[in-house]
């Protein structure tokens, strides 16, 4: 067992295993390329940082002419309106009329190399094939073909052989993975108002959990320009739920991104019945499910003066009008608050006083918490 930063990790796959797995996707590359008769040799192209070890290994067990090149990818917000700017560092080579190889560490989703592909296609090179130690066939969702696995596992988070938890790990011999704790999967929910938010954050620090609000991420977007946020802009101004479509695809793919969380809170979500068996549906494929749904109760004038206070400095739209304000607890009385039944009916449904200091509302949730854990 050992700790990087505040997880502890336990032995998952071993040197030998890795050294098979290694090897298989060594003797497939070779099948494919060692007798080849080509001008020029194919260019593997390593993606950095978690592929270094990987990367070396398999050099060692290729005895054909190659070329290898290391690159970073890196994707960042461009000042233009184009929106993401992706691009490889540390490489140049003409790639023109190459066969390339990519070597990967590990492929769960599939998005960097679903953005890296288009950059080396442009390029105009002959053939890319993909190479990566560990696949998670479970998320990966992509449409381009792996064509070299060393070895599938499912979704859970690993680390050593060059992959990182927040940069650590990386010297580790063998891969370990995450030890498995029950998660504590909370929904905190309530009116617009009800202070989710700002209670949210201190159940963070205390029982370690991924905050996840659905209106922070679409704010997010919005503020970006993305495709996204265009999309939730018209329904947020106006109060209205943004479809049940795009906010579960969206907060899937939240949920994704944090195979490391030990449980979380899920704030402003779900806000329908379709989106609480969606919740349900993709939670049980980790294994875990929705453990309490904590309500804070406020009544609608105390909601309507908070948060016409709080428009004045959070620059929400949607906070600014009392008519928009209205709406919104109209929604979420009209489309929203059946879905404390769906939780009330699995005995999952625990109502918190929300009026009084925030310290006093704090406590009511850890107490309904450590009963609930004990
Ligand atoms: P919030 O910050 O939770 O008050 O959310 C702000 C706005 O984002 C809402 O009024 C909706 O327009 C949109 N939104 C947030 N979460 C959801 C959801 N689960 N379903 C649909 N729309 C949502």
């Not at 919740?279 to 609608?300: I, Q």
């Amino acid at each position: 067992m050992i700790k990087l930063h505040n997880k502890t990790f336990v032995p998952y796959i071993n040197s030998l295993e890795i050294k098979k797995a290694v090897k298989k996707v060594a003797q497939e590359i070779s099948t494919d390329f060692q007798n080849r008769t080509d001008k020029q040799p194919p260019l593997f192209i390593a993606i950095l940082n978690g592929s270094f070890m990987f990367t070396s290994d398999l050099m060692k067990e290729l005895s054909f002419n190659l070329e290898i090149s290391f690159v970073k990818f890196s994707s960042y917000e461009g000042t233009s309106s184009t929106g993401n700017i992706n691009q490889l560092i540390g490489f140049n080579h003409d790639i023109k009329n190459r066969d390339i190889v990519i070597v990967e560490d590990i492929i769960d989703t599939g998005n960097t190399l679903e953005k890296v592909l288009p950059i080396l296609n442009d390029l105009n090179v002959k053939s890319i094939k993909i190479a990566t130690l560990l696949l998670k066939p479970t998320v990966f969702n992509k449409k381009y073909s792996i064509n070299y696995v060393g070895l599938e596992i499912p979704n859970t988070f690993v680390v050593g052989y060059g992959l990182d938890y927040d940069e650590l790990g990386r010297n580790l011999k063998e891969i370990y993975k995450l030890k498995d704790t029950v998660m504590l999967n909370i929904v905190l929910f309530g009116p617009p108002g009800a202070g989710k938010g700002t209670q949210a954050a201190r159940l963070v620090d205390r029982y370690n959990l991924y905050h996840l609000s659905t209106g922070d991420v679409f704010r997010y977007n919005i503020k970006n320009e993305t495709e996204l946020g265009k999309l939730a802009k018209g329904y947020i101004d106006n109060g209205q739920l943004v479809p049940d479509e795009v906010t579960i695809k969206m907060l899937e793919s939240e949920v994704e991104k944090h195979p490391e969380a030990e449980g979380f809170i899920f704030d402003g979500f779900p806000r329908t019945e379709v989106q609480a068996d969606a919740l349900e549906s993709f939670l049980s494929k980790r294994n875990t499910s929705v453990k309490l749904m904590l309500a804070l109760d406020v009544n609608e004038d105390e909601l309507v003066n908070r948060l016409l206070l709080r428009g004045k400095d959070s620059g929400r739209a949607d906070d600014a009008n009392e008519e928009v304000i209205r709406n919104r607890i109209k929604v979420y009385n009209d489309q929203t608050a059946v879905v404390a039944d769906y939780y009330n009916k699995q005995n999952k449904f625990i109502k918190i006083d929300g009026v009084g200091s925030i310290d006093d509302i704090t406590q009511r949730l850890f107490d309904a918490i450590d009963t609930f854990k004990s």
